[in-house]
Nanobody, 121 residues
Framework: QVQLVESGGGLVQAGGSLRLSCAAS????????MGWYRQAPGKQRELVAS???????HYADSVKGRFTISRDNAKNTVYLQMNSLKPEDTAVYYC???????????????WGKGTLVTVSS
């Protein structure tokens, strides 16, 4: 199986920056697409950004031009650089990954436990 562990959340003032990291660990797996989702209080979880194993990216309209997703395939780690943060970016941010478990040759989807980002006005 695969475990995803996020880090880098915290409290920041509006206009500030944070960098989230998510490292995948386990045994005998290959990570395909990775992404970041967020869930604000009282709202549904939404996709923030995603990146394929080849590096193609996709962003939610609300974060385009402010957030950048990247990955280090050698480290099985995905990053989310968040700049020009706004109070409406306040949410729990979750890492998500598609992974092929080699012993089963099966594609499964995994979630991290989340990291809280709070942007004060």
């Amino acid at each position: 199986q695969v475990q995803l562990v996020e880090s880098g959340g915290g409290l920041v003032q509006a206009g500030g920056s944070l960098r989230l990291s998510c490292a995948a660990s386990g045994s005998s797996f290959t990570i395909n697409a990775m992404g970041w989702y967020r869930q604000a209080p009282g709202k549904q979880r939404e996709l923030v950004a995603s990146i394929t194993s080849g590096g193609s990216t996709h962003y939610a309209d609300s974060v385009k031009g402010r957030f950048t997703i990247s990955r280090d395939n050698a480290k099985n780690t995905v990053y989310l650089q968040m700049n020009s943060l706004k109070p409406e970016d306040t949410a729990v941010y979750y890492c998500n990954a598609d992974a092929i478990i080699l012993v089963y040759m099966k594609l499964l989807n995994y979630w991290g436990k989340g990291t809280l980002v709070t942007v004060s006005s």
